[in-house]
């Protein structure tokens, strides 16, 4: 039973942090339709970003200090790169695809593969029962609750949000009542890379990074994006919950060297039944 | 129509021929890059068919050439079947995993979905390889027993002998490019590449066009596995995995889609000229990365795509003059030419 409310735990941390990265995913190809796979490495500058500066300045200048290298790194490559590369998809896979491949190898060269840690947050706290839940566990999960719905609700109510779901539903539409959709990209990369920052923190609070943590959280946020129907807050809300508890679940009862498969079958399943995904509430097409 | 086809046949054959006689005079030290060009080109040529031809963007190709390697060898060693049978056997395997992966992934899935759930099957073959190591040896890989110094055709080295194995597979994918291309096939591929729903409305059925090229191009990965396997002498689930896979795409796109020229230089480009320099690895592919991101930024048609747009421009009659030409040169009407 207690092993059951670790497990648990564990899944929803995971499932939190998937969210974060298939929020960053939905939003920018929903806006410019780049698939981009060099979404992850912002996830990767974050965690160094935060990692470095915390062992500089202390825990609490990084946090700022890292989502500022993040949303600033996002907001140049749109600007350098990615916002030339709207309506050539094959352009826009390339660069991020050549972006993807500098930065793991640039990360490898500057700071090695040996995994880092950051300022853990270690100790447990028992909630329930005789069980220890590490509390950093506990932390993640709070502070992705939060960031979430502080985003939903940022998405529904602020003028960026309108932008950028206006964009996201008709491109054309949006730039007739005057929403240019190459500033918008702007925004939605910018928020895409905060977001991943936020994970590329959390992920540093409770395990040590290497050079290759944010491509694989980059695909586990390209699946829940997909479950959920692109372009659907709620949708990869419950889709990255639905993964992580999942793969956490099936870890500890079925087994442990399957982790990476769960989720991939999952999604060939929901795709198989639901094609567009779980909440998508039109026929969304990348090509 | 069949001009063409004769005269892109003809190119294959001395594109081929050229290669026959490198693959005899290539210094020892460099055959192994040579089979590492013709390998990746035929994976390239291949990829194509889907990415240049139908705009489709498979991000699990290599899953398929792993797929091909892995059966020859487990055919080889555990089933003790020749290699010449256990590659034909092989590439049995591979179709029939590509129909059963393919027929499903095409008719339910697009764009960004299609390149997604691609990529999850050729996870879960890594998958199935790491947790098996029993039969597939695991994520360490297979090594290969292949009898190194048994008799070998004018004395070559084993690496050598395959190089002429590959040239012959290079020149089988691409005569098949040009073939599916200038055929009916190819027509109705264009045309479903054009207007998916247009086609319907033709009378063909679009899935059915992207399902056949699937295959077709997974079918020629996996033969181009099965004689990879065996002169690598090793085989891990590394060469199938999705860094290889993004890999070939990064190439096809920076040479240039729907070209064959294209997909040779993208890896000559992309793979080959940069492990001919000495160089540490990892700064390596930090330059690799670079240059595709940045090509893929000037010319987005990729390198021939952009040379051949400059050919066509010096070639056609009616060239608007050039900014030093004569400054009494009647101005074009506007918007003729363009």
Redesign the interface.
Known sequence: MDALVTTILLGIMQGGLYTLVGLGVTLT?GVTHI?N?AHGEFITVGAYAFVLFAGALGAGLALPLALLVAGGVAAILYV??FR??IG????G???S??????????F??TFTATPRSGPRIEGTVSLIGEEQLPVGRLVVIGVTIVVVVVTAFAMRRTWIGLALRACGDDEFAASTVGLPARRVGLYAFVVAGALAAVAGICIALVVPITPATGLSFL?KG??VA?IGG?GSIEGTFVAAMMLGLLEALGTRYV?A??T??YG??L??VI??VA?A?LFNRRQ???? | MSGRRLRHGAGVLVVGAVLLVLAFVVPENRVLLLNAFLAYGALVVGLDLL?GDL???PAGHAAFFGAGGYATVLLYQKAGLPLPVAGAIAVLIVAVLAALIGL?AVG??????????T???G??LI?LI??VPGFFGGSSGLTIDWGVGSDMPFDFSVYRYFTLWLVAVLVVVMLVVVLVRNSHLGLRMKAVRADENGTRGLGFNPTTYKAVAFVLASTLAGLVGVFWAPMNGFISPDTLG?NQS??L??ML??GG?GRITGALVGVALLASLPAMVEM?P?????L??????????LQ?AGIVGGLATLWDRARRPKAPPPADGPVDATPEPAGVGR
Request: hydrophobic residues 65%; glycine residues 8%; charged residues 10%.
């Open positions: 190809f698939l796979f350098v790169g030339r590369t050539n998809h094959l352009q896979l390339a660069f695809l050549g972006l993807l491949l500098f930065a793991e190898a640039f490898v060269r695909l390209f699946v997909i692109l087994e060297g399957l990476n498969a991939f079958v999604m060939i795709l198989l094609p995904g969304v097409r990348a090509g | 990415v705009r489709m963007m499903p339910r899935s697009s764009g960004f979905s299609f390149a997604i759930i990529f999850a099957f996870e879960l998958q790491a947790n999705v993004i890999l795409l990064g796109i920076i889609v540490d990892v700064l390596r592919t930090v690799v990365g670079a240059l595709l991101a940045v090509v893929a930024l987005p």
